[in-house]
Nanobody, 119 residues
Framework: QVQLVESGGGLVQAGGSLRLSCAAS????????MGWFRQAPGKQRELVAI???????NYADSVRGRFTISRENAKNTVYLQMNSLKPEDTAVYYC?????????????WGQGTQVTVHS
């Protein structure tokens, strides 16, 4: 059984920074792409950033240049460094991972962590 445990969310002033962490535990096999999504009230869940197993990254236009995604494969952990935060970044942030066990590839989600940016 795989579990994605998130941490690092909270309340921050506009212009400030936060770092989110997400660690995969349990019956982890081969972990492929990991990433972060977010969902604001009344809006659809959207991609924030993804990172492949080899380190290739992609970002939403709205966060490019401000956010940095990284991973430590030995710790099965993905990070999201968020700088120059804006009120519009306020959302629930969800960790995502593709994990293959017994030749079966599944997608997993964290429980979500609230990020609130106030002006």
């Amino acid at each position: 059984q795989v579990q994605l445990v998130e941490s690092g969310g909270g309340l921050v002033q506009a212009g400030g920074s936060l770092r989110l962490s997400c660690a995969a535990s349990g019956s982890t096999g081969s972990i492929g792409t990991m990433g972060w999504f977010r969902q604001a009230p009344g809006k659809q869940r959207e991609l924030v950033a993804i990172i492949s197993s080899s380190g290739s990254t992609n970002y939403a236009d709205s966060v490019r240049g401000r956010f940095t995604i990284s991973r430590e494969n030995a710790k099965n952990t993905v990070y999201l460094q968020m700088n120059s935060l804006k009120p519009e970044d306020t959302a629930v942030y969800y960790c995502y991972a593709q994990i293959t066990n017994w030749s079966l590839r599944s997608e997993y989600w964290g429980q979500g962590t609230q990020v609130t940016v106030h002006s």
